[in-house]
T-cell receptor, first 114, second 109 residues
Framework: ETGVTQSPTHLIKTRGQQVTLRCSSQ?????VSWYQQALGQGPQFIFQ???????GRGNFPPRFSGLQFPNYSSELNVNALELDDSALYLC?????????????FGPGTRLTVL | RKEVEQDPGPFNVPEGATVAFNCTYS??????FFWYRQDCRKEPKLLMS???SGNEDGRFTAQLNRASQYISLLIRDSKLSDSATYLC??????????FGAGTRLTVKP
């Protein structure tokens, strides 16, 4: 069984740039959730994708957007980067979109905005 | 007020000690409750779900009090390998998962 993978592992951008982060879900999972984890804080829910549609969203501005592909992999796009966007971005996959099943997290992408 | 609040920690305990973590949540519509564990520079991993009747998994016991909006985690006979940050997690409607800031535990020989 292949676990959740994310790419890249680290990324450095400057303010105003755009970034795309990628996530491959665990084999057999059809739901991907994205989280932002600032240093010393718990993860904050950005949004979830199920069957290629957004299926719930946290309190993040529209410049945070996403996609899910037919193979259930997903992308997180952030436009107009701000310094406060510096964080660890985690994706988590699970097997259903309508109810909670255990979410398996990937190792994360550490984004630094200068 | 944060939606999910945890003991600030850090907790430094000797091997074999019993340690308890508390968590409160503000949204009475919260549906499901969990404890996750996160090792330094690693991703969070589910430790256990928390049920109203209370539940136990080996040395770990979780309790939920919906009336008080309070969740707890008890670890008995602490091991060195229990050193980690413990995250209290609450699921709202619409798949929105709210994490606490975490409580760091260090178990010392």
């Amino acid at each position: 069984e292949t676990g959740v993978t994310q790419s890249p592992t680290h990324l450095i951008k400057t303010r105003g740039q755009q970034v795309t982060l990628r996530c491959s879900s665990q084999s057999g999972h059809n739901t991907v959730s994205w989280y932002q984890q600032a240093l010393g804080q718990g993860p904050q829910f950005i949004f979830q994708y199920y069957r290629e549609e957004e299926n719930g969203r946290g309190n993040f501005p529209p410049r945070f957007s996403g996609l899910q592909f037919p193979n259930y992999s997903s992308e997180l796009n952030v436009n107009a980067l701000e310094l406060d966007d510096s964080a660890l971005y985690l994706c988590a996959s699970s097997s259903q979109g309508g109810s909670y099943n255990e979410q398996f997290f990937g190792p994360g992408t550490r984004l630094t905005v200068l | 007020r944060k939606e999910v609040e945890q003991d600030p920690g850090p907790f430094n305990v000797p091997e074999g000690a019993t340690v308890a973590f508390n968590c409160t949540y503000s949204n009475s519509a919260s549906q499901s409750f969990f404890w996750y564990r996160q090792d330094c520079r690693k991703e969070p991993k589910l430790l256990m779900s928390v049920y109203s009747s209370g539940n136990e998994d080996g040395r770990f016991t979780a309790q939920l009090n919906r009336a008080s909006q309070y969740i707890s985690l008890l670890i008995r006979d602490s091991k060195l390998s229990d050193s980690a940050t413990y995250l209290c997690v609450v699921k709202l409607a619409g798949n929105d998962m709210r994490f606490g800031a975490g409580t760091r535990l260090t178990v010392k020989p």
